[in-house]
Every structure is written in structure tokens, then in C-alpha cells.
């Protein structure tokens, strides 16, 4: 835990460095993270100090892509125990995380949680990179939340990010439509239904 997340944040500093680290990272950051907050408070995976920890880590110059792309989203699960037809309820948790450097961030398009696809209590996470894209509004938006800018220009940059955020997504949801199919050896039950009929 802790230990990873401090050898991650010295030597190499997250904001001149490009580069990401994925994974199923065993923490549960915010509430908005797992279906159940008040129930798991003491499990592991949900401890004050696992998410302090990562709080941490966060600020000394990495990003959740996720949360960055997706900040208000509930839902978003990457594991469901088996116990307890979990998954088929969505009593999840999102412990499976791109995490970004701040100057590899700008690089990121979008960031996708495949719930369709079955065959472990874990789902794949899909990460999309634009080397085309600035990340300015991302960069702008990030500064001026930071106190770096005025009320108005919070508001402003915010929705310019909101805008780039919907054109990624857009992006993204026309790119996983035409990769998802038995035909690119992605299987959901989405097409296996349909190929049976």
C-alpha cells in the first residue's frame, strides 16, 4: 500500500514524466467507487488509510483518467464478488484504474469500463490515447481549479472540458461499437444473443 504508492511519488516526479500505470490496484478511491461505502469502511480495499494513501499519490502529479474524464459517475464498477449475484445487481467496485502522469494525461481520449464482458469478477478497463490532442482544456481546467484562476474562468474552462470531454466520448463509444464482436475476439452477450438467433 502505502510503500508502493511513495516509491511511485519520489525519484521519477509524476509531472515530468510521461507515462501511466494500469492495473487492478486494490483500492476503492472515492465513494462514488464501490456500491456500498458505509458497509465497507473497515474492509480492505475501502480503509481511511488505503484511500489516503492513493489521495496521495493523486496529488503528487498523477491522474485517475477515469474520474478526470468521468468525474460525477456512479455505477462504474471493474469487480463484482461472486457471491451474492453481485454483478448481475451492479454491487460492484471500481478497484482497475489507468492512472496518468499529468503530461501523459493530455494524451488520453477516453477511458472505458467493459461491464458487458464476462469471464472473471474483474472486467477489462480500455484506455484511449489521441496523440493529436492538446489536453489544454484538461491542463486549463486543472490549473484554474487549483486557484490558479478567477470564479469566471473556472466556469468557462469547465465547459470547455465538458466539450471535449463529450467529443471524446463520442469518439470512444463509435470506436468500441466497431470493435466489439466475436469478429475482433471481443464476446459479450450482447453478440453471442444475437449470433444465436
Not at 504508492?5 to 507515462?19: C, D, L, V
Not at 493523486?58 to 471493474?78: I, K, Q, V
Not at 469471464?119 to 484511449?128: K, N
Request: aromatic fraction near 8%; proline fraction near 3%.
Amino acid at each position: 500500500g502505502k510503500q508502493w504508492y511513495q516509491r511511485r511519488s519520489t525519484g521519477s516526479s509524476g509531472i515530468n514524466a510521461e507515462y501511466g500505470v494500469a492495473g487492478d490496484l486494490d483500492v476503492a478511491h472515492t465513494e462514488a467507487d464501490l456500491a456500498n461505502p458505509k458497509g465497507n469502511v473497515k474492509n480492505s480495499g475501502f480503509t481511511p488509510e488505503e484511500r489516503e494513501d492513493f489521495t496521495t499519490w493523486l496529488t503528487s502529479g498523477f491522474t485517475d483518467t477515469f474520474r478526470c474524464l468521468h468525474p460525477e459517475e456512479t455505477g462504474a464498477y471493474t469487480f463484482w464478488t461472486y457471491m451474492g449475484n453481485a454483478r448481475a445487481r451492479n454491487v460492484g467496485w471500481r478497484i482497475d484504474y489507468f492512472v496518468s502522469s499529468e503530461r501523459f494525461v493530455r494524451k488520453i481520449a477516453g477511458n472505458v469500463i467493459r461491464k458487458e464482458v464476462m469471464g472473471s469478477d474483474h472486467c477489462p478497463i480500455v484506455l484511449f490515447l489521441d496523440d493529436t490532442t492538446s489536453g489544454e482544456a484538461i491542463k486549463d481546467s486543472n490549473e484554474a481549479k487549483e486557484g490558479e484562476g478567477t470564479k469566471e474562468n473556472v466556469t468557462e474552462v469547465d465547459q470547455e472540458d465538458n466539450e471535449l470531454k463529450s467529443e471524446a466520448a463520442a469518439k470512444v463509444e463509435d470506436e468500441v461499437k466497431s470493435n466489439v464482436g466475436p469478429e475482433n475476439g471481443v464476446v459479450t452477450s450482447e453478440n453471442v444473443s444475437s449470433a444465436a438467433n
